[in-house]
């Protein structure tokens, strides 16, 4: 009884390790590299964070802890309320348009050098400048000095049509290829002396000058549409000059003063 007990024991150990083998084959044929595959789903597009030209994805999100601060205390503590242009100020990575050396100063309260003689603007001041024009989603907007890109940005950013025109053809060309990388490319780019204008796409509902002439040009006046406006900051070169609010009624151009504000000088032939 004992040795039919071993051989059965064996009969039965046998079957399942002929079992164990068939099972191995069976799956070694569904993965021959042995590792169990597992779907992966592909993320959800809400789930990515934007990835940046030239900042790595964890410090953007510190830059947007710089921004969201940038605008409480910088922008809407001093009386800017528009929240369409908070919110625009608040999306637009003002780090993109800034050169290297500067980054940590992204989101500092002044101006910074952008080389050639120019500067980004103060975020205050490109927030005002925005709020004054009293912009509508499809409005068409000229701005005349491109820069680095970074008002054209916060103008696309509103939903309005933007050309603007920039006389430093190493500038046009490098915010022409930032505002793409950034996601703007919508904005219409031109390399032109922006004293003249824009006539192709004229008239205008808004036209906003970041740099000073030491008069307000005729043929922006002109280009305005009725009802439009425009800001620029006008007067003499390497001082204070006077932020003015431009509107159009009736074939008549009023004039309102917004305090003082130092841009750079405005090129070109005039």
């Known amino acids: ?63 947007a802890k710089e921004r969201e601060h940038m605008v409480e205390y910088q922008i809407r503590a001093r009386g800017v309320s528009d929240e369409q242009v908070l919110e625009a100020m608040a999306t637009v990575p003002r780090h993109e348009f800034v050169p290297d050396e500067y980054l940590d100063r992204a989101y500092s309260d002044q101006p910074l050098p952008i080389g050639y003689g120019q500067t980004i603007s103060q975020p205050y001041i490109v927030a005002l400048m925005t709020e004054l024009l009293e912009l509508r989603e499809d409005d068409t907007v000229l701005e005349i000095g491109t820069g680095s890109g ?79 406006r425009m800001v620029i900051p006008v007067g003499p070169v390497g001082w204070y000059q006077t932020l003015w609010l431009i509107t159009k009624e009736n074939g008549e151009v009023e004039y309102h003063n917004k305090g003082g504000v130092q841009f750079v000088p405005l090129t070109g032939e005039h």
């Open 150 to 228: 970074y008002q054209a940005a916060v103008l696309a950013a509103l939903g309005v049509e933007v050309y603007t025109m920039e006389i430093i053809p190493e500038l046009a060309e490098s915010a022409r290829q930032r505002l793409d990388e950034v996601g703007y490319g919508e904005v219409q780019t031109l390399s032109a002396d922006g004293y003249y204008g824009w006539q192709e796409h004229a008239p205008y509902d808004a036209i906003i000058v970041t740099a000073a002439p030491d008069h307000v040009p005729q043929p922006l006046v002109e280009q305005l549409k009725e009802g439009g």
């Open 1 to 63: 009884m004992g040795a039919n007990k071993s051989r059965m024991l064996l009969v039965v150990l046998s079957g399942v390790l002929v079992l164990l083998a068939a099972l191995l084959l069976w799956r070694t044929a569904l993965h021959p590299s042995g590792d169990v595959e597992q779907a992966t789903p592909s993320p959800s597009p809400t789930n990515v964070a934007r990835s940046s030209p030239r900042v790595p994805v964890g410090q953007a999100a510190e830059y």
